[in-house]
């Protein structure tokens, strides 16, 4: 998995080796995901590092930003507040996230650009989107759950609440064999 994610990382960033980024930039960032226009929302996950990851990644107009891990999309709407005009391509495997990341591309238009996908298929989720080589600015990647995982019982990550036994980000792509108290024997399934 490292090594395809470092692969599509290489292939796709415009960021080359000996050039670090301007960490100069950097604005304070407001932490209400929300597109603009519309009212506030219920927070699902508010990133802990925010600050830190615009700072580092510097955002400016029309760069390309790949996002690996959207989940809420925190860390999204706060590089879309440092620069309007740029585009996120946003990845996650977990359909809850990718559902959030086509809402918020509705109030964001073309900004957000959700795909549904595991780290070691973001090669071809990109060419599918049309995305060249060489054509992004930064990546983002916050490996793990997210509270929005942690604090839903019924996605089983929950170690305060209880839940079916599951811990998968993406339940729907794998049958459920412990939903079904009948089956004696437990299937493996994915990467």
């Given at each position: 998995?490292?090594?395809?994610?470092?692969?599509?990382?290489?292939?796709?960033?415009?960021?080359?080796?000996?050039?670090?980024?301007s960490?100069?930039q950097?604005?304070?960032?407001?932490?209400?995901?929300?597109?603009?226009?519309?009212?506030n929302?219920?927070?699902?996950?508010?990133?802990?590092?925010?600050?830190?990851?615009i700072?580092?990644?510097?955002?400016?107009?029309?760069?390309?930003?790949?996002?690996?891990?959207?989940?809420?999309?925190?860390?999204?709407?706060?590089?879309?507040?440092?620069?309007?005009?740029?585009?996120?391509?946003?990845?996650?495997?977990?359909?809850?996230?990718?559902?959030?990341?086509q809402?918020?591309?509705?109030?964001?238009?073309?900004?957000?650009?959700?795909l549904?996908?595991?780290?070691?298929?973001?090669?071809?989720?990109?060419?599918?989107?049309?995305?060249?080589?060489?054509?992004?600015?930064?990546?983002?990647?916050?490996?793990?759950?997210?509270?929005?995982?942690?604090?839903?019982?019924?996605?089983?990550?929950?170690?305060?609440?209880?839940?079916?036994?599951?811990?998968?980000?993406?339940?729907?792509?794998?049958?459920?064999s412990?939903?079904?108290?009948?089956?004696?024997?437990?299937?493996?399934?994915?990467?």
């Amino acid at each position: 998995m490292l090594a395809s994610l470092r692969h599509v990382c290489r292939s796709y960033s415009r960021f080359r080796r000996g050039a670090p980024p301007s960490l100069l930039q950097a604005k304070e960032v407001q932490l209400t995901p929300e597109p603009p226009g519309e009212a506030n929302q219920t927070v699902l996950h508010v990133p802990v590092m925010v600050n830190e990851v615009i700072e580092c990644l510097a955002p400016q107009e029309g760069q390309t930003i790949l996002d690996l891990t959207f989940g809420a999309g925190g860390h999204t709407t706060s590089i879309l507040r440092q620069a309007s005009n740029i585009k996120i391509l946003a990845l996650d495997r977990d359909p809850a996230a990718f559902a959030i990341a086509q809402q918020l591309a509705h109030g964001y238009g073309p900004n957000i650009q959700p795909l549904l996908g595991r780290f070691s298929e973001a090669e071809d989720l990109l060419k599918s989107a049309g995305v060249e080589p060489g054509s992004i600015d930064g990546v983002l990647l916050d490996a793990g759950c997210s509270s929005m995982q942690f604090d839903t019982p019924d996605r089983g990550f929950s170690l305060s609440k209880d839940g079916p036994l599951d811990m998968r980000m993406d339940g729907d792509r794998c049958f459920d064999s412990f939903s079904d108290r009948s089956s004696s024997t437990a299937s493996t399934c994915g990467d």
